[in-house]
């Protein structure tokens, strides 16, 4: 299993930017999706996560207090697919952003957590 980040980059404060994160390989289900982020310096912590759901009703969200109203996680299990709609961008949100995915690889199989590369955010004041 392989995960791809991109969207990342330089953007101004108050600029939006579009993560995504594509998984590949030995898929049979993808449970919880979730982005994370490292500032300089700083540890990683958890930026928003989706559940999995059901087929008539969407994942459950989870944000940090601080991206709250400002950022969006959404899935899409056809292209096996994660995204991150940042919008407001702060300089504060500047980090390397990481995507962590849990996968089941057969039916009965337990999920394992997988990590992307990260991907920069830079945000300019």
């Known amino acids: 299993v392989q995960l791809q980040a991109s969207g990342g980059g330089l953007v101004q404060a108050g600029g939006s930017l579009r993560l995504s994160c594509a998984a590949s390989g030995s898929i049979f289900r993808l449970n919880a999706m979730g982005w994370y982020r490292q500032p300089p310096g700083k540890q990683r912590e958890l930026v928003a996560s989706?559940?999995?759901?059901?087929?008539?009703?969407?994942?459950?969200?989870n944000y940090a207090e601080s991206v709250k109203g400002r950022f969006t996680i959404s899935r899409d299990n056809a292209k096996n697919t994660v995204y991150l709609q940042m919008n407001s961008l702060k300089p504060e949100d500047t980090a390397v952003y990481y995507c962590?995915?849990?996968?089941?690889?057969?039916?009965?199989?337990?999920?394992?957590?997988?990590w992307g590369k990260g991907t920069l955010v830079t945000v300019s004041s």
């Open positions: 989706i559940d999995s759901g059901s087929m008539l009703i969407a994942g459950s969200t």
């Open positions: 962590n995915v849990d996968i089941s690889s057969g039916p009965y199989d337990y999920g394992v957590h997988y």
